[in-house]
Nanobody, 126 residues
Framework: QVQLVESGGGLVQAGGSLRLSCAAS????????MGWFRQAPGKEREFVAT????????YYADSVQGRFTISRDNAKNTVYLQMNSLKPEDTAVYYC???????????????????WGQGTQVTVSS
């Protein structure tokens, strides 16, 4: 069982930045593909970014491409999401997710992940 704990959310003005962290309590963290998803009120959970276990391939949703950066530190069992140029439409609960040996072609799908964190709120004011 993988435990994921997100942190770093908060309230920020439009144009500002936040860095989310997700600490994983698991052995062999490097074998897990890690993803960030978000869910706004009344909307379905959506893909934000992923970093694969093999080679660290990165993928982003079109809505965050060029503004958000996902990274991982396998020595610290942690994945990060650096969010720059934030917009009000980025407001949501952000969730970290993990799936062992998940391949890149499935890494954008909510259903591909079997381990989720509790989420952290990000609010961007206009």
């Amino acid at each position: 069982q993988v435990q994921l704990v997100e942190s770093g959310g908060g309230l920020v003005q439009a144009g500002g930045s936040l860095r989310l962290s997700c600490a994983a309590s698991v052995r062999a963290f490097s074998t897990y593909t890690m993803g960030w998803f978000r869910q706004a009120p009344g909307k379905e959970r959506e893909f934000v970014a992923t970093i694969t276990w093999s080679g660290g391939t990165l993928y982003y949703a079109d809505s965050v491409q060029g503004r958000f950066t996902i990274s991982r530190d396998n020595a610290k069992n942690t994945v990060y999401l650096q969010m720059n140029s934030l917009k009000p439409e980025d407001t949501a609960v952000y969730y970290c997710a993990a799936s062992r040996f998940l391949t890149s072609n499935s890494a954008h799908r909510v259903g591909s992940y079997d381990n989720w964190g509790q989420g952290t709120q990000v609010t961007v004011s206009s």
